[in-house]
Each structure stands twice: as structure tokens, then as C-alpha cells.
């Protein structure tokens, strides 16, 4: 069965950093691309970032581009999510999830909590 | 970027009834479509990925159809456990990938 497994979230001051990961399990981890969606408090999805199977090529909103840096080890089976100045509107649920076009396994999600 | 609209935000149906979610492109995105379904508290599921194929293990009362701008979700007959919030998501002009605000469907 395959699974991704996120960790690493918690509560950051606004301005500060934190990085996710995300460790997959049960595929040929370097044949996938992954990508990022997180979930505000009470609202809707938001595509973060993707990164290509063999990591050449990522991909950013523009509403964290120049911020978040997409990175993964294919040894390690595990992708990271480095996260800097931080804001407010950064708080959410942060889902990791196979696939580059769309996302057909996801994890539970950790949560990141920016407030002073 | 391509704005998806879904509609009706909210819609409300009976056990055993069809349900039809809509889902709108602000311009054509091809079959390159994907329906997702998220529950309370879990992570969303994906549903249907290229409009209309169904993903492993997806119950055969979900189907999607439509192509360009105009996309459509139906499920047959609604069991108690489909009673979600369901997501459209487009990723044939991308980045960025978006999503739809997302439809929720709760019980009449």
C-alpha cells in the first residue's frame, strides 16, 4: 500500500521558519513527482508546490515563490518543505501528496501555526 | 491562471438520489480534470483524474463527464457515506495548479 507520511509542523512566529517533510512508502519513490496542497482554517485547497520525479524541476505558487523551497531525497524516499518568513496567512493544514498533475495519494496533513 | 467555479456551493440531496456537482474553467482545460472528495477532519480523496476515468477503487455510482470548460460530477445514488465536500481541480495550464472553492454536499 502506498502512503506519505507528513511531519514537522508546529507554531512559528511570524518572520520565522520551518521546514516539513514528508516520507513516502510502498512505491518506486523516484518515478513520482510530489507536490504540496495546503488547507486554511475553514477553507478550500491551495496548491503549494510540486517537484519532479528526479527533483530538476519545481514548481511555486506565486503566494509562496521566493519563500518555500521544494526539495527531495530519492534515497530517503522523503520530499521537504523548507518554509521562510513566515506570515499569518501561511497558517493552514499542509497535506503532501503524490503526483505532479494530480495528486492520487494523501497523507493526513500536519499543521503549521504562524502567530506571535 | 485558470479560475475554477463550482457550483452550487452548497447543495442538498437525499439518500438514494443523484447528485450533479458542477465545475467551470475560465478557459478550456482540456480533459485535464480531476474530482477529489474530502470528509470532515481527512485528507481528500481523489475521485476521477482526466474528467471522467475513475481512480482505484472509486465505487462505479461516481462519474464524470465533460470537457474544455464545462465539467460535471454525478454520483447515482447517494449513500450516506458521500455526503462531502468535493473539490474540482484543473492541471492542463499549470503552474499554477487550482482547485475549485469546492461544493458541499449535505443530507435533505
Known amino acids: 500500500e502506498v502512503q506519505v507520511l507528513e511531519s514537522g509542523g508546529g507554531l512559528v512566529q511570524p518572520g520565522g521558519s520551518l521546514r516539513v517533510s514528508c516520507a513516502a512508502s510502498?512505491?518506486?519513490?523516484?518515478?513520482?513527482?510530489m507536490s504540496w496542497v495546503r488547507q486554511a482554517p475553514g477553507k478550500g485547497l491551495e496548491w503549494v508546490s510540486t517537484i519532479s520525479a528526479t527533483g530538476d524541476s519545481t514548481y511555486y505558487s506565486d503566494s509562496v515563490k521566493g519563500r518555500f523551497t521544494l526539495s527531495r531525497d530519492n534515497s530517503k524516499k522523503t520530499v521537504y518543505l523548507q518554509m521562510n518568513s513566515l506570515r499569518a496567512e501561511d497558517t493552514a493544514v499542509y497535506y503532501c501528496a503524490k503526483g505532479l498533475y494530480y495528486m492520487d495519494v494523501w497523507g493526513q496533513g500536519t499543521t503549521v501555526t504562524v502567530s506571535s | 491562471e485558470i479560475v475554477m467555479t463550482q457550483s452550487p456551493a452548497t447543495l442538498s440531496v437525499s439518500p438514494g438520489e443523484r447528485a450533479t456537482l458542477s465545475c467551470r474553467a475560465s478557459q478550456s482545460v482540456s480533459s485535464y480534470l480531476a474530482w477529489y472528495q474530502q470528509k470532515p477532519g481527512q485528507a481528500p480523496r481523489l475521485l476521477i483524474y482526466?474528467?471522467?476515468t475513475r481512480a482505484t477503487g472509486i465505487p462505479a455510482r461516481f462519474s464524470g463527464s465533460g470537457s474544455g470548460t464545462e465539467f460535471t460530477l454525478t454520483i447515482s445514488s447517494l449513500q450516506s457515506e458521500d455526503f462531502a465536500v468535493y473539490y474540482c481541480?484543473?492541471?492542463?495550464?499549470?503552474?499554477?495548479?487550482?482547485f475549485g472553492q469546492g461544493t458541499r454536499l449535505e443530507i435533505k
Open positions: 481541480q484543473q492541471y492542463n495550464n499549470w503552474p499554477p495548479i487550482t
Open positions: 510502498g512505491l518506486t519513490f523516484s518515478s513520482f513527482g
Open positions: 482526466g474528467a471522467a
